[in-house]
């Protein structure tokens, strides 16, 4: 299942505003952090607004904050906000699909789109908010260790002034 660029948006965005949910954050910060047009991702955030899974705030000190439940809102549940995840126009078909190979290849490409949504549907924002952190904090173990091995590297060099 690849998704759509609003989709990973939305995403992007919810995570974000979950991440502090009593903290504002106007469109043009994420905007600019993932590298897109603040017009573009302020008619994500309306949808999600529409959804009541963000509300907004106009004025000084004003932006989108995050109004839904972690626990309970899943990635699903904003991926299907974005996406058409109804059935396949049965009217519509690819070269080849009429061929065995080529059926046998739609009903397993069917099947992974359908794992894919059960996995989606069972991930919670506060199950990715976890797994955000658990990165962080190695990202900074890592940081940190490598920095230490760059200092113990200097002080092992003989005949080195410093």
């Known amino acids: ?20 949910p009593t903290r504002h954050i106007a469109a043009a910060e994420i905007a600019e952090r993932y590298d897109v047009s603040a017009h573009h991702l302020s008619k994500v955030l309306s949808e999600l607004a529409r959804a009541g899974i963000v509300e907004s705030a106009r004025g000084v000190g004003g932006g989108y904050r995050f109004a839904a439940n972690a626990r309970r809102l899943t990635l699903m549940d904003v991926i299907q906000l ?4 109804g059935a396949a126009d049965p009217g519509r078909r690819e070269h080849g699909e009429e061929t ?25 924002l506060a199950t990715m908010l976890r797994l ?20 113990r ?10």
Not at 101 to 107: E, I, Q, S, T, Y
Not at 132 to 151: K, L, M
């Open 1 to 20: 299942m690849r998704l759509q660029k609003n989709t990973r948006l939305a995403l992007y965005s919810v995570l974000e505003f979950a991440s502090d």
């Open 100 to 124: 065995p190979v080529g059926r046998a290849l739609a009903v397993v490409l069917s099947e992974i789109d359908e794992i894919a949504k059960s996995t989606f549907a069972t991930i919670t």
């Open 153 to 162: 590297a200097r002080r092992a060099r003989p005949g080195r002034a410093t």
């Open 132 to 151: 955000i952190e658990r990165q962080s904090a190695a990202q900074a173990a890592a940081a940190a260790g490598g920095a230490v091995s760059r200092a």
């Open 82 to 85: 974005f996406e058409d995840l």
